[in-house]
């Protein structure tokens, strides 16, 4: 487990199914904390003493549900899933090839 601190302007933003607020560290699992490490608003840090909040232990709403994961996995042919949990799902999904998203260069207001 990695802490992950989303540095962007937005007010949050959901990558993985987890909801990244700005300047609020969680920790998350190495393989999407490596993921994140490359994109310029995410700063990562190796936890040693002090723990940060798990992303599915604040209580609020962390992105898509358990069943709209498994509809997901389901849809992109991933084995196993119906006995996946939430942490599971999300890390297989994230481990699939990234799809061209059209809007990813788009300019925002």
Do not use: C, W
Not at 1 to 17: E, V
Request: negative net charge.
């Amino acid at each position: 487990m990695k802490k992950i601190t989303f540095k962007g302007s937005n007010t949050s933003l959901t990558k993985y199914g987890i909801r990244f607020e700005p300047n609020k560290p969680i920790m998350i699992a190495d393989e999407i904390a490596d993921k994140l490490a490359q994109e310029q608003e995410f700063t990562v840090e190796e936890t040693h003493d002090e723990p940060a909040p798990r992303a599915d232990d604040n209580g609020k709403d962390d992105g898509p549900s358990l069943q709209e994961l498994k509809e997901q996995a389901k849809a992109e042919g991933i084995k196993g899933f119906s006995s996946m949990n939430k942490q599971e799902l999300t890390v297989a999904l994230a481990a699939l090839p990234q799809k061209d998203d059209p809007y990813a260069n788009a300019p925002t207001s």
